[in-house]
């Protein structure tokens, strides 16, 4: 039977050099579901935007194994085959950050943040924490918790895994509504894969509030130069851009 593996991390903050400070995850296995959550230490001082954030602290990882030594990646190592799935809201950072750590995924990967840009189309943002308001997740969360033995706090790894896991009971009804019945592991893991096209106005740069479409218009060459140039551009917007251009 495979097991659903929902993971978050905390970092030493968003650069290249950035590493892991916290692995956090569940694994559903049938009705059990077993829980990591490591703090773990590295050389990589910890940025403090990305304190501000998480609130992990330099005292909190003092003299803590490093990530490859904790009981939780070493459970993920376990893990880590391809009749299990693995569940993370914009997957390709934390997946970046395991890479430093030398694990590459062989799971059948859900990325909720890209199912949830295919489902929620129409909301502002698609941030983890935005759908714990909008969906009002936040009240289902202290039974959630005490029947796992969890405490929740916001941008925590075990936190935000326990957020990721009640909306993912949103995304399957969503999946429901559109697509019928379906098995909906396999459609999430396909929309995983699907790229999103941006239809939405801009909210940045020299084009903001209006569209890739009405952009390539009037300047086809900002477009070139955005995906030449803008290196924060996720995977999405270069699809999109690429997509507009093509036509």
């Known amino acids: 039977m495979a097991k659903y593996i929902i993971l978050d991390t905390e970092t030493t903050g968003t650069g290249d050099n950035d590493r892991i400070i916290q692995l956090g995850f ?6 059990a579901v077993d829980v990591y959550n490591d703090l773990c230490s590295c050389d990589i001082p ?3 935007p990305a304190m ?3 609130g992990i602290t330099p005292e909190m990882i003092e003299g803590k194994p490093s ?3 904790t009981e939780a990646f070493k459970t993920l190592c376990e893990l880590n085959t391809s009749d299990n799935v693995l569940i993370i809201h914009n997957a390709a950072f934390d997946l ?4 430093k750590e030398n694990f590459t995924s062989n799971m059948r990967l859900i990325d909720t943040l890209r199912c949830a840009k295919h489902l929620f189309e129409e909301e502002e943002a698609h941030r983890l924490q935005y759908f714990r308001y909008r969906l009002e997740l936040y009240k289902q969360e202290e039974a959630e918790a ?8 916001a ?3 075990i936190g935000d895994v326990l957020v990721l896991k009640l909306f993912l009971t949103e995304l399957r009804k969503k999946l429901e509504e559109r697509f019928g019945s379906v098995n909906p592991i396999d459609k999430m893991v396909e929309l995983t894969q699907t790229p999103v096209f941006y239809t939405k106005a801009l909210k940045f740069g020299k084009y903001k509030g209006k569209t890739l479409t009405e952009i390539v218009d009037a300047d086809k060459g900002y477009l070139t130069w955005m ?6 551009l996720d995977d999405d917007m270069r699809y999109s851009i690429g997509k507009v251009l093509a036509s």
């Not at 569940?26 to 009705?31: D, E, H, I, R, S």
């Not at 970046?96 to 890479?99: A, E, F, V």
């Not at 005490?146 to 405490?151: C, E, H």
């Open 155 to 157: 941008h925590d790894a």
């Open 26 to 31: 569940l694994v559903l296995n049938g009705k």
């Open 96 to 99: 970046g950050m395991l890479s």
């Open 46 to 48: 910890i940025a403090y």
């Open 67 to 69: 990530c490859v030594e």
């Open 227 to 232: 995906l030449g140039n803008m290196e924060s």
């Open 52 to 54: 501000e954030v998480h």
């Open 146 to 153: 005490s029947a796992l033995g969890i405490v929740v706090k």
